[in-house]
């Protein structure tokens, strides 16, 4: 059976709001032994806090590979002054020191960003 595609009528794609460059951060480390997923876990949640209803900053999600021992953490931020001000050579030895490895902080421009729980009614 081929695939069906959307006949002309379909109705386009909701019309959003012209949203400004948004950078992406993405904190990058290897964790060390004395580290397991669960740990990271623990610290993530105690952690969350500080980043809720932070100026610039649109979200954060903490990721984990356990196969690798590799934590990723992403960031979008609203702001691009807010987030290399955020992310300075004092944040990478902070993390550094709490998790036993020198994080590699990259960033990205967002070219685009779907967000499905935006378009959900409430």
Not at 6 to 14: D, L, V
Not at 48 to 56: I, S
Request: contains cysteine; neutral net charge.
């Amino acid at each position: 059976m081929k695939p069906h595609p959307c006949p002309p009528s379909h109705p386009p794609a909701p019309q959003h709001p012209y949203i400004p460059l948004m950078i992406g951060v993405f904190v990058t480390f290897t964790f060390p032994g004395r580290f397991d997923a669960s740990a990271l876990r623990t610290i993530a949640q105690e952690v969350r806090a500080r980043f809720e209803a932070m100026p610039g900053l649109r979200s954060e999600a903490f990721t984990l590979n356990e196969a690798q021992r590799q934590a990723v953490n992403f960031y979008i931020w609203n702001d691009e002054a807010a987030a290399r001000a955020f992310f300075t050579p004092e944040f990478a030895n902070r993390i550094a020191l709490l998790y036993g490895a020198q994080p590699a902080i990259t960033f990205v421009e967002v070219a685009e960003l779907v967000d499905n729980a935006a378009l959900r009614p409430s």
